[in-house]
């Protein structure tokens, strides 16, 4: 029996191709499945142990977010700002709230008690919808610009949204007023060169207690066209709102946003970050800025912990044919996907063969 | 609709250019061209979006394709023809406007293709050739505006950019306009007698140093000063008062927004041919955030020019082209960004000589490849030149001793988009 995880120690399990890039990746409450979708419009179910694929169901456009319920359920997200509740095993959704945002729609969050999603999108509007029906429950309305991100908090009275400005606002969800605003200016990058700002609140996670929040994105960003920058968070306290650290990654090659992080039980913080030429999985002690681990690998879209802990699952890029300016050789057909589990223990030995009895 | 130069008395062959040529470099033959156009007040907008406005995100939208994107394609002003969710404002202007859609250029790279793209590709004469803009300013005639022929207006620095004109000579180059603001000497103002006293002195120092020497530095110099002097007549095209606020709205706040009612206006003062120029439309990263960023700077200003220029008859004698270097990858990158792509794209042209609400070209299904009617930068250099009266096909720059083709004598024009 394992009692912590140990991320140094991350291996790869096992790994499952797809024909098109996913842009998100969810373990099911169980730990036994993944789900994933990204830009063939369908979700997807990997049985971890065997690799059995299955399709739950599928939208309109590109998948952008997809969250697993309690009692069998799912939650999925388009780029065209619709919203899908699912039974699973049942192919045609449960509910479905077409266009619940102008444009796309990419934050999506559970409440911790399963019963509440809030949606945020182009629009700037928070929205809250009942899991069980997809009724709407409340509209938030305070910022500015694109909502990128979006959590609940542990005790599931707060949630917080991040958008393209950098900021993070702080909801009361019994009131559905504005509590405060988080700064997070470095994850948006100004500059009068540029045609359009760069970067955001593109990801949001609390910790397993709540008292840290964890913001991600893309700081320093050099041009608007390549994006390169540096894949960030900023961890805030959540009692004082105060910034405490701001890590990065280590290899100066990844070059891209951090697009999704996530908390281990013992407080160590999980990003994975995207690049022109590669990106990675990371691990930061709580307080460094530094990371301890890294797993390299293409660029990621979305990193998820099972709930057990034990393990993590990557949604990487894979590239399929060739790439870059024109055409290129060979067949012309869009780039892929890997879903990537690792665990985070130390890899089993494997087991030794039967010594071979020698005749005499 | 009739052009100036279509009647069979102006047409002029090759072999008889060829008996006509002069030793003058960067001349023009058939003069007569130029006469007749000018009561047609023949005038060209270009609008460039430098690195590649995605024909995916805009004027050919495929969604549900292998490569097509997230966004959702939205009916147009024309019955049938749909653009991208990202063109709002454009998509009720698209029966002003005619689109190819079947754009196959050779150069995947900037270094190469802005030049080649922006001169035409043309034949390898031994000459560098002219961009579109110096290449009207040469052939048109220049009007009685008073105003500088060949206006650039670009984020940044200002200046004279002799270089544009390439063979003609640096007389035809490029005046730029920094963020589309006057150069420094007129914003102050300048005492006219010491002023002319100044011109004299230059004018005679111009002289003397020209004795001996190649007429094109000169001409550079000289075309540069008379262009600022032109303008310092002229404070009033500048002169932001004048703007009401539900013009600063229609058009943005945003650079390309400002520089294209600054465009309308250089326009309307009688400038031939005026280019905007937008930098960083190169989104090799996070091609799809950015464009729902981009292209509302060019969908709603673009859509209240083409309105403007309806209301006001310019429609008439302004031909406007809007396009890029090339198309973006249909490919989705790593960092979901789209790279170069030259082999099917698409571009919007409108007004003068320019036919209303057509689409030409199409591309395959998934938008990796050109399906029907193939079509060159050399066709669109045809096509603008028709479009103001030119026929390229008669008319030839003079350089050295060579009857030089104005245009790609293995293309014509894009026919379909014709008037």
């Known amino acids: 029996m394992r009692s912590a995880a140990d991320p140094s120690k991350a291996w790869e399990i096992k790994s499952f191709k797809h024909d098109r890039i996913l842009s998100t990746c969810k373990f099911d409450p169980s730990g036994e499945a993944l789900f994933a979708g990204g830009f063939d419009g369908r979700i997807y179910r990997w049985a971890t142990e065997t690799g059995e694929r299955s399709v739950v169901g599928s ?12 009692a069998k359920r799912l939650y999925s997200a388009d780029y065209q700002g619709n919203v899908k509740g699912w039974e699973l095993g ?15 729609l990419k934050a999506f969050a559970l409440s911790p008690d399963g019963s509440l999603l809030a949606t945020g999108a182009r629009d700037g509007v928070v929205r809250i919808w009942r899991t069980a029906d997809g009724a709407p429950v409340k509209e938030l309305k305070g910022h500015a610009r694109d909502i990128y991100s979006a959590a609940f908090h542990p005790d599931g009275r707060s949630l917080v949204s991040g958008d393209y400005d950098g900021k993070i606002l702080h909801w009361d969800l019994a009131s559905g007023t504005l509590v405060r605003t988080l700064d997070a200016p470095g994850l948006v990058t100004r500059d009068p060169d540029f045609l359009c700002d760069v970067g955001g609140v593109r990801a949001l996670a609390f910790d397993g207690k709540g008292g840290r929040l964890a913001a991600s994105g893309l700081r320093d960003a050099k041009s608007n066209t390549f994006c390169p920058g540096a894949p960030s968070a900023i961890v805030f306290d959540w009692e004082t709102g105060k910034a405490l650290t701001t890590v990065k990654a280590k290899d100066e ?54 709930p057990d802990g ?6 990487f890029f894979a590239p399929i044919g060739s790439g870059g300016n024109g055409r290129g050789k060979g067949d012309y057909v869009p780039n892929g996907g890997t879903l990537r589990l690792f665990g985070l223990y130390e890899k089993p030995a494997a087991p030794k063969a039967p010594a071979k009895k020698k005749t005499p | 609709m009739s052009y100036a130069c279509g009647g069979h008395d102006h047409a002029i062959s090759r072999r008889h250019a060829l008996g006509l040529l002069a030793g003058a470099a960067g001349g ?61 404002f454009t998509a009720k ?65 200002s200046g004279f950019l002799a270089s544009d004109a390439g063979f003609l000579g640096g007389r035809y180059g490029a005046l730029a306009l920094g963020d589309g603001r006057p150069p420094v000497h007129i914003q102050g103002g300048v005492d006219a007698e010491l002023e002319d006293a100044r011109q004299a002195l230059r004018r005679s120092a111009d002289a003397r140093y020209r004795q001996g020497r190649g007429d094109a530095d000169v001409d550079a110099w000289e075309g540069c000063y008379d262009s600022a002097l032109k303008l310092m007549r002229r404070k009033e095209l500048f002169d932001e008062t004048t703007v009401t606020r539900s013009e600063r709205e229609r058009y943005g706040s945003h650079p390309l927004g400002r520089h294209l009612l600054q465009a309308r206006r250089l326009l309307e003062a009688g400038v031939l041919f005026v280019k905007v120029s937008s930098y960083h439309w190169d989104t090799h990263a996070d091609n799809f955030a950015m464009h729902q960023e981009l292209m509302p700077q060019i969908d709603r200003p673009f859509a209240a020019l083409i309105d403007d220029l309806e209301q006001r008859g310019m429609l008439d004698h302004v031909v406007v082209l809007l396009m890029s270097e090339f198309g973006r990858t249909p490919k989705i990158n790593q960092r979901w960004g789209r790279d170069h792509w030259p082999e099917a794209w698409s571009l919007a042209l409108a007004g003068a000589g320019i036919k209303r609400g057509v689409v030409t070209g199409k591309t395959t299904p998934d938008g990796s490849a050109v399906a029907e009617n193939p079509y060159d930068i050399g066709h669109v250099f045809h096509t603008v030149f028709r479009a103001v009266g030119i026929k390229p096909e008669e008319t030839f720059y003079k350089h050295n001793g060579q009857a030089l083709a104005i245009a790609r004598d293995d293309m014509g024009p894009i026919q379909e988009v014709l008037a």
């Open chain 2, 28 to 88: 023009l033959l058939a003069p007569n061209v130029a006469r007749a156009l000018r009561s047609k007040q023949r005038q060209v907008l270009m609008i460039w979006l430098d690195g590649g406005m995605s024909q995916l995100e805009s004027w050919d939208p495929k969604p549900g394709g292998d490569f097509g994107g997230p966004f959702r394609a939205i009916p147009s002003s024309v019955p049938g023809v749909h653009v991208s969710e990202l063109l709002p």
């Open chain 1, 310 to 315: 034990m393990a993590l699952a990557g949604a």
């Open chain 1, 253 to 306: 090659k990844i070059d891209g946003g951090m697009t999704a992080v996530r908390f281990l039980a013992d407080g160590t913080l999980v990003g994975c970050a995207e690049g022109q030429s590669s990106g990675a999985i990371s691990f930061w002690k709580p307080g460094e800025a530094e990371p301890f681990h890294t797993i390299g690998g293409q660029s990621l879209y979305e990193v998820d912990v099972r």
């Open chain 1, 59 to 70: 939208h309109v456009t590109w998948i952008s977010a997809i969250q697993p319920g309690p």
């Open chain 1, 90 to 104: 049942t192919p045609e959704a449960a509910w479905t709230i077409e266009r619940a945002h102008q444009g796309w």
């Open chain 2, 93 to 157: 202007r698209v029966h002003q406007l005619a689109i190819v859609r079947s754009m196959q250029t050779k150069d995947n790279s900037h270094s190469v293709g802005v030049g080649r793209i922006q001169r035409g590709d043309p034949v390898n004469r031994g000459v560098e050739y002219p961009y579109m803009g110096s290449a009207i300013a040469k052939l048109l005639d220049k009007g009685d505006s008073g105003l500088p022929p060949y206006v650039l207006i670009k984020p940044g620095s």
